[in-house]
Nanobody
Framework: QVQLVESGGGLMQAGGSLRLSCAAS????????MGWFRQAPGSEREFVAS????????GYADSVKGRFTISRDNAKNTLYLRMNSLKPEDTAVYYC????????????WGQGTQVTVSS
């Protein structure tokens, strides 16, 4: 099985930046597609960004495109999300997720890290 642990969340003023990290443990994490999701108060979980196992392909939600950057370091089994130009609308619990090659959905989820952006 895979375990994912997010870190790096916190309180930030609008316009500021944060970098979230996701430490992954598991035998085949390096070949998994990885993603970031978030859930704001009163809202359902939404997709934020994804990255292929080769890190050649990335995808972003329109709401974060141009501001957020997803990356991964397979040697360190770590996923990152650099968040720039933060907005109060970015306030949410951010979750790291991993998807096995044979799965059509994400199989593993972290516990989440809180990001709060003040105006």
């Amino acid at each position: 099985q895979v375990q994912l642990v997010e870190s790096g969340g916190g309180l930030m003023q609008a316009g500021g930046s944060l970098r979230l990290s996701c430490a992954a443990s598991g035998s085949s994490v390096s070949i998994y597609q990885m993603g970031w999701f978030r859930q704001a108060p009163g809202s359902e979980r939404e997709f934020v960004a994804s990255i292929s196992w080769t890190a050649q392909n990335t995808g972003y939600a329109d709401s974060v495109k141009g501001r957020f950057t997803i990356s991964r370091d397979n040697a360190k089994n770590t996923l990152y999300l650099r968040m720039n130009s933060l907005k109060p609308e970015d306030t949410a619990v951010y979750y790291c997720a991993a998807k096995r090659p044979l799965s059509r959905e994400y199989d593993y989820w972290g516990q989440g890290t809180q990001v709060t952006v003040s105006s």
